[in-house]
């Protein structure tokens, strides 16, 4: 019999896990957390010490009672969830509901939908009674599982953390059990507890002024804050013009080279306008060039450290274009376990949500031995390099890294799919040549007068040895692309001694305008939430989904703007809550849960502080802010009876209406303009999209409708995208298919209800049919899921677009997600009041997980009447 029961948080993990432990270890997953606070309740005791109540998670219990079941047939209990504050409060809610006798569920709602309150003909309802019946209901006691009696207390109960799911890591974790953390899961548990007030509080203010189902968060109104204030600055924003001025300039010796204007009798130079730059190129023609000073030195770059997480997100922003949301989600399978054929499941990464650069004295004997057997010894450099981790990191992690550098990405490529192995590349190059050689360069600055008033200089690099950027180099931003490119195109200088007389060639004004600071891209927004103290490397990926999911920002060509959703929520909350969602106080209360993880601040204490403040705007903002369903005035006019139009919110966003109503019934959508976003014909040739859905580049193609975006990667890939998505209004875009009934050209539209396919030849022909949620039939394998609606009611249902020659359908959404117990292609989510699961249909497949929102997405369930 099994003398030890292991629980991780998945699956995979699991596998991997089981076969370096034996036989007498049981390895069982808890599909993640199994206990959270109530989805339709505060769930936090204020007045005693902000005291949390949580419950099994609903769609749990069966998995609650079979770890109990396994846990009280073994000796001892290891718990292995991922080394971090949210692992850590996993393992502690597991030890809970082991040793618990009572454990709480929530109630499943009562379904009174369609269902009318039966009263004596001619009588009223008491309000009365009706309020003590509420009354009763909010005291009730929550139902307890039946999960059987709880373990015997005195079972040894441990934690294990593996920074790598490697023989050697899980070798080393269990050689060395400890306890759980209380400071740890103190740390997590205010967090959780922040953003449950603030969610649970806020977000009901902004369903009584705005719209009913807005939320608000404490990190997620921040990140928005740095979106819109970034907007407000493009729009503030003044082009301005400005000339340079280059010389193409020959010596004895080629080649050519240019050389800019920098100085105007001994004063740095500027040239305002075409007038300024014509008077310099007349002052230029005609005088000689003669070089005062060359400088020559050797420059060094030095590798840069081993992957952070927010360094691995902003990489695979820019080098893979990833979204950093998928980019967790691939290093979550690499760190797992990859099935290496003979080998069985191996880890192939440490763990990858960490801020830390530190590396082990392993991994860094491993790489040493590694460089010079594979790029030759002068690539290795005298001692191992030690980088220093930012101030407040948590160094008990490791930076990301290979668990083994001998497994290069051409090793591993037959095992990993195409995304999983560009991550593991990715990974696997920056370590190697963190611990690399610096790269030489020599670099050259010439001088050079031009007649007595004007001075111009030359500076050229050239690459004298590669070193680490023989296996890597760090991605970067457009500003220092352009930078570098710039440098590069005149990497090549002549040999030239001082005192030489230069031959004029060619003299090169060009206009320029100055440029808007950049909206963010998923990188740049992961650099300044980290560089500003906002969030931590577990949420980066949640914060950017969330503001995305709530429509308060959109992207456009890969870049951030607030919708006018975003942006009036912000102006509402930064108004009425300054402090909360003050960039520097969101910053403080991420020192201040470190300092509780550290030990150092009660959680409580933390809380309380935060609260008292926070109470004290919330009662203010009930007061003062400003009621939007009422209508916010704008400068437009109606255009039949000329009276001020109002800015109002419905149930499909902001519109514009007249002020006269009732009388004046007019309403208009507001203009489709974003500020700020270019029009496609003035958009520049090198700017390139990617597809949502496989990364590659898309291009601009005209049909006979327009011009639209189509993926490179068809047939494989018919992603396309309407302009619509770019600030412009939508024209039909054709998908390269023939209408079955007329051979026509098929083309997406939008419509009230969404997009649509119909045919080009409408209204000759009027063929439609419901766009596909590119995911084959599982029944005939042809066809692809289309969502449909039931004749009667508004019942969506998910079918196969080969009907009625196929006519599976099913209830619930399918997703293009395996399930990770049978490996059925596809798996299913299910929404209900209780929660949303995901599970797999497969026949004597038991794979049932609820879906839980990210932390820091502190929603509460709407219970009363839908919005207005």
């Known amino acids: 019999m099994a003398k030890s029961l292991v629980i991780v948080e998945s699956p995979a993990k699991a596998r991997t896990i089981k076969k370096y432990l034996g036989r007498g270890y049981i390895v069982k997953a808890s599909l993640g957390h199994v206990k959270d606070l109530p989805r339709k309740k505060l769930g936090v005791n204020v007045d005693k010490n902000f005291q949390p109540t949580y419950f099994v998670i609903p769609g749990k219990e069966k998995v609650v009672i079979e770890l109990r079941e396994a846990a009280r047939k073994v000796d001892f209990i290891y718990l292995a969830a991922d080394p971090d504050r949210e692992g850590e409060t996993i393992c502690a809610h597991l030890k809970e509901v082991l040793t618990d006798k009572e454990l709480l569920v929530e109630p499943a709602p009562a379904n009174n939908r369609g269902k009318k309150k039966k009263t004596a003909k001619g009588k009223k309802t008491k309000k009365g009674a009706a309020k003590k019946k509420v009354e009763a209901k909010k005291n009730e006691k929550p139902p307890a599982l039946n999960a059987g009696p709880p373990i015997d207390k005195r079972k040894k109960i441990f934690r294990v953390s593996m920074n790598e799911i490697t023989k050697r890591g899980v070798q080393q974790a269990f050689e060395k059990p400890t306890q759980i953390d209380t400071h740890l899961v103190n740390a997590q548990q205010a967090r959780r507890v922040l953003d449950r007030l603030v969610g649970y509080e806020v977000s009901p203010l902004l369903w009584d002024k705005v719209k009913r189902g807005l939320s608000a968060g404490r990190v997620q109104t921040v990140a928005l804050r740095l979106v819109v204030e970034r907007e407000q600055e493009v729009r503030a924003f003044k082009t301005e013009e400005y000339w340079t001025m280059d010389a193409?300039?020959?010596?004895?010796?080629?080649?050519?080279?240019?050389?800019?204007?920098?100085?105007?009798?001994?004063?740095?130079?500027?040239?305002?306008?075409?007038?300024?730059?014509?008077?310099?190129?007349?002052?230029?023609?005609?005088?000689?060039?003669?070089?005062?000073?060359?400088?020559?030195?050797?420059?060094?770059?030095?590798?840069?450290?081993?992957?952070?997480?927010?360094?691995?997100?902003?990489?695979?922003?820019?080098?893979?274009?990833?979204?950093?949301?998928?980019?967790?989600?691939?290093?979550?399978?690499?760190?797992?376990?990859?099935?290496?054929?003979?080998?069985?499941?191996?880890?192939?990464?440490?763990?990858?949500?960490?801020?830390?650069?530190?590396?082990?004295?392993?991994?860094?004997?491993?790489?040493?031995?590694?460089?010079?057997?594979?790029?030759?010894?002068?690539?290795?450099?005298?001692?191992?390099?030690?980088?220093?981790?930012?101030?407040?990191?948590?160094?008990?992690?490791?930076?990301?890294?290979?668990?083994?550098?001998?497994?290069?990405?051409?090793?591993?490529?037959?095992?990993?799919?195409?995304?999983?192995?560009?991550?593991?590349?990715?990974?696997?190059?920056?370590?190697?040549?963190?611990?690399?050689?610096?790269?030489?360069?020599?670099?050259?600055?010439?001088?050079?007068?031009?007649?007595?008033?004007?001075?111009?200089?030359?500076?050229?690099?050239?690459?004298?040895?590669?070193?680490?950027?023989?296996?890597?180099?760090?991605?970067?931003?457009?500003?220092?692309?352009?930078?570098?490119?710039?440098?590069?195109?005149?990497?090549?200088?002549?040999?030239?001694?001082?005192?030489?007389?230069?031959?004029?060639?060619?003299?090169?004004?060009?206009q320029h305008f100055t440029q808007p600071p950049p909206r963010y891209t998923e990188a740049t927004l992961v650099k300044e939430l980290e560089e500003k103290g906002i969030g931590r490397p577990s949420t980066y990926a949640a914060i950017l989904s969330t503001i995305l999911d709530r429509a308060y920002a959109a992207k456009d060509r890969g870049r951030f703007y607030p919708t006018r959703l975003g942006e009036l929520v912000f102006g509402l909350l930064v108004k009425s809550f300054a402090d909360i969602f003050d960039i520097a106080y969101t910053a403080r209360m991420e020192e201040e849960l470190d300092e509780i993880e550290e030990g150092k601040l009660k959680w409580t204490e933390a809380l309380s502080e935060f609260y008292e403040k926070f109470a004290r705007d919330l009662e203010r903002a009930g007061e003062e802010m400003e009621n939007v369903k009422a209508g916010l005035p704008t400068d437009e006019t109606c255009e039949r009876c000329s009276k001020p139009m109002l800015m109002r919110i419905g149930r499909h966003g902001l519109f514009l209406a007249c002020s006269g109503y009732p009388d004046c019934t007019y309403t208009r959508e507001p203009t489709l303009e974003i500020p700020g976003i270019e029009s496609d014909e003035n958009t520049p040739e090198g700017q390139t999209e990617y597809c949502d859905n496989c990364n590659r580049e898309m291009v601009l193609k005209r049909g006979r409708f327009g011009t639209f975006l189509a993926c490179t990667g068809y047939p494989d890939c018919k992603t396309t995208k309407p302009l619509s998505a770019r600030g412009r209004p939508s024209e039909p875009v054709p998908i390269g298919e023939n209408c079955p009934q007329c051979q026509g050209q098929l083309v997406e539209k939008i419509g009230r209800y969404g997009i649509f396919i119909a045919c080009a030849k409408f209204p000759e022909c009027k063929y439609t049919r419901h766009k596909t949620l590119g995911i084959k039939c599982p029944e005939c394998k042809e066809g692809e899921f289309v969502e449909r609606r039931a004749r009667k009611g508004k019942r969506v249902f998910y079918g196969c677009s080969r009907y009625p020659e196929c006519n599976f359908t099913v209830g619930h959404r399918p997703l293009a997600e395996a399930c990770p117990e049978c490996g059925a292609a596809i798996t299913y989510e299910k929404r209900s009041k209780t929660g949303d699961l995901r599970y797999c249909r497969a026949e004597k497949c038991e794979f049932e997980v609820p879906v839980v929102p990210p932390a820091g997405e502190s929603v509460p369930q709407e219970t009363a009447s839908p919005a207005d």
């Not at 005149?490 to 230069?502: F, N, Q």
């Open 248 to 510: 193409n300039l020959s010596a004895a010796s080629p080649p050519a080279f240019d050389a800019r204007l920098v100085e105007h009798q001994g004063k740095k130079l500027s040239i305002p306008n075409q007038e300024a730059s014509d008077r310099h190129l007349a002052a230029l023609r005609g005088v000689s060039f003669r070089v005062t000073t060359v400088q020559k030195k050797e420059r060094r770059r030095n590798p840069v450290p081993p992957f952070t997480t927010s360094k691995l997100q902003q990489d695979s922003v820019r080098k893979l274009r990833f979204s950093v949301k998928r980019t967790m989600m691939l290093a979550q399978r690499l760190y797992e376990g990859i099935e290496l054929g003979e080998e069985g499941s191996i880890g192939l990464i440490t763990y990858m949500r960490t801020d830390s650069t530190r590396v082990s004295q392993d991994a860094l004997d491993e790489v040493r031995q590694l460089i010079p057997e594979r790029y030759g010894p002068k690539y290795l450099p005298e001692k191992a390099r030690v980088f220093k981790s930012k101030k407040g990191a948590q160094d008990a992690h490791e930076a990301v890294r290979p668990t083994s550098v001998s497994r290069a990405p051409a090793d591993v490529k037959r095992y990993l799919k195409e995304d999983e192995l560009k991550v593991y590349t990715l990974i696997w190059q920056r370590f190697i040549a963190s611990q690399m050689a610096e790269a030489l360069f020599d670099q050259t600055t010439i001088d050079i007068a031009a007649g007595d008033d004007y001075r111009l200089r030359a500076t050229g690099s050239v690459l004298k040895f590669d070193g680490f950027l023989a296996v890597y180099e760090e991605g970067k931003d457009e500003s220092r692309k352009a930078e570098e490119q710039e440098e590069s195109a005149a990497a090549r200088l002549p040999e030239v001694s001082e005192g030489e007389t230069l031959k004029l060639n060619e003299l090169k004004p060009e």
